[in-house]
């Protein structure tokens, strides 16, 4: 019998397993793959912010490069600044590795090369299956990324929505790179909503595609339009980012989701990793509060926390959702009138003189106010 046991070694599970380890409760990580962390299915990008508001301080053993902030680029060639926070390119497997280590370090166990097959109530808590073996715990938390199986056997997400990422990893030589040390996002009507992109990172740079789209073509469309030959590539990678999960709930007595298996992930750009390091850290905080006090319920808590949380605000997802109808011409009008600039040096003065010289683009201001609402939000919190 452990107190806790946590499905998933990623940011999410290994952050909930800190936790709940350092405050000296017996702790499984299960986790399906044999090595952690391997194959990595990311583009590795992750903002300053979101590693030292959850306690983690940037380490020579996962940070490969610092980027000074992203930048957007228009189909027509205009671009203009996303974010200027600084953040940094990773590698995405020495990262999770160090993460779960810490779990390790106070005591957790981990058992990688297990997969968990089934969820059930117990008297005392719960009964987790894997590899025909079971395993009790009075507190189990799912982070068993975004197809999650045990968010659905415990009844919490009731449907999911992903999209489809596809990457190539190519020597530094092999890309030409509009600025070294920014991340650059390319979108276009043909991305639906996704974007295409250009993530420097050391030697090395992640191109690649996502959307609601086919995200391989995408992705070989972009290398032949930007000169990039894929076979030059050294390295393949291909997931799934949650786009738009229902959920009832977050949490049940003694059982939580965290990070992708709960589809806690930034709808306007797919982040995930700041959102996975937040809600696991929570997750964990909740279930060492739960099983100290001997209470079920005290997990409870934790749904509240992730619905107050700026990840799951609707504005994200309704500012994407309009985003996604605009078309190459709106994209690279709007484009053109910030061309080389923020999107936040856009103000009265000059929302109104844009508004003057583009009168169609009147109907669409309330629109474009709230999108600038969520470009706050996820610079603030987003990646
Ligand atoms: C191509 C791509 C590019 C991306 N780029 C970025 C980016 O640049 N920045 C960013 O912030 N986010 C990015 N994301 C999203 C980000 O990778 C995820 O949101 C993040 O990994 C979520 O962390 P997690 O711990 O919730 O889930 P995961 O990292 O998916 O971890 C879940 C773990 O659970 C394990 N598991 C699953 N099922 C079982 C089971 N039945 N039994 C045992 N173990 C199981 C898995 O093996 C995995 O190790 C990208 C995603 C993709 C696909």
Not at 313 to 325: K, Q
Request: proline share 5%; charged share 25%; hydrophobic share 40%.
């Amino acid at each position: 019998m452990h107190d806790a046991i946590v499905v998933g070694a990623g940011p999410a599970g290994g952050m909930a397993a800190r936790r709940i380890a350092a405050a000296g409760f017996r702790t499984l990580v299960l986790e399906k793959k044999r090595v952690v962390g391997e194959p990595v299915q990311c583009a590795e990008g992750v903002s300053h912010f979101g590693l030292v508001s959850n306690g983690l301080r940037p380490s020579d053993e996962w940070v490969v490069q610092g980027v000074r902030g992203a930048r957007c680029f228009l189909p027509g060639g205009s671009s203009f600044t996303i974010t200027d926070l600084p953040g940094y390119s990773i590698d995405r497997a020495r990262f999770d590795r160090w993460i779960v280590q810490g779990a390790v370090d106070t005591g957790a166990d981990l058992r990688t090369g297990t997969r968990v097959t089934g969820l059930a109530r117990t008297d005392r808590g719960w009964r987790v299956r894997a590899d025909g073996e079971s395993f009790d715990a009075r507190v189990v938390i799912g982070a068993d990324g975004p197809t999650s199986l045990l968010g659905r056997i415990a009844g919490c997400v009731t449907s999911t929505d992903l999209i489809r990422a596809y990457e190539y990893r190519f020597p530094r030589g092999a890309v030409a790179i509009p600025e070294e040390d920014r991340f650059h996002l390319f979108v276009a009507q043909r991305y639906e909503g996704g974007y295409a992109w250009v993530f420097p990172r050391g030697d090395e740079v992640n191109v690649g595609a996502g959307g609601h789209i086919d995200a391989y073509a995408a992705t070989m469309a972009f290398c032949r339009e930007r000169g990039i030959d894929p076979g030059r590539r050294i390295a393949t990678i291909a997931g799934t980012i949650p786009y738009r999960f229902d959920v009832r709930a977050y949490a049940l007595p003694g059982f939580a989701i965290a990070g992708d298996a709960a589809g806690v992930t930034n709808p306007m750009n797919g982040a995930g990793i700041h959102p996975g390091l937040f809600t696991g850290r929570h997750a964990g905080a909740c279930a060492a509060a739960s099983l100290a006090d001997e209470d079920p319920d005290v997990m409870l808590e934790y749904d509240r926390i992730v619905r107050a949380s700026p990840f799951v605000d609707p504005v994200l997802l309704w500012a994407i959702e309009r985003f996604r109808t605009w078309d190459d011409g709106l994209l690279d009008s709007v484009g053109a009138e910030l061309d080389g600039r923020s999107w936040r040096d856009v103000d009265l003065p000059l929302a109104l003189s844009v508004l003057l010289r583009k009168p169609w683009l009147v109907p669409r201001s309330r629109s474009f106010l709230r999108i600038l609402r969520a470009l706050d939000l996820c610079e603030r919190y987003g990646w």
